[in-house]
């Protein structure tokens, strides 16, 4: 049987120190992810994603992190490894 590749996004704002190292922790370890810099868009698009943001994370902080159904605020590397079904 194949193991499938959580679906993961991120949610981030470009300049915020957290979240760079959520994005550095991602790439260091080849987790493949979607990443969206909430700051980076506008108008409608923004509109849109802070809608999900807030869906998932009500406080609308970042770093919001989705690894399939569970949803992890804030950077913490063996929460995130946990998510993922890896040994910290």
């Given at each position: 049987m194949v193991k499938k590749h959580p679906k993961i996004k991120l949610?981030?704002?470009s300049t915020c120190?957290?979240?760079?190292k959520t994005k550095k922790f991602f790439n260091?370890?080849?987790?493949?992810a979607e990443v969206t810099d909430v700051d980076l868009l506008t108008g409608e698009e923004r509109e849109k994603i802070m809608n999900e943001v807030r869906k998932l994370n009500p406080d609308c902080t970042f770093p919001t992190i989705c690894i399939d159904d569970n949803v992890?605020?804030?950077?913490?590397?063996?929460?995130?490894?946990?998510?993922?079904?890896?040994?910290p």
């Open positions: 949610y981030t704002l120190s957290h979240c760079l260091e370890n080849g987790i493949e992890l605020v804030g950077f913490n590397e063996e929460r995130i490894l946990k998510a993922l079904g890896k040994k």
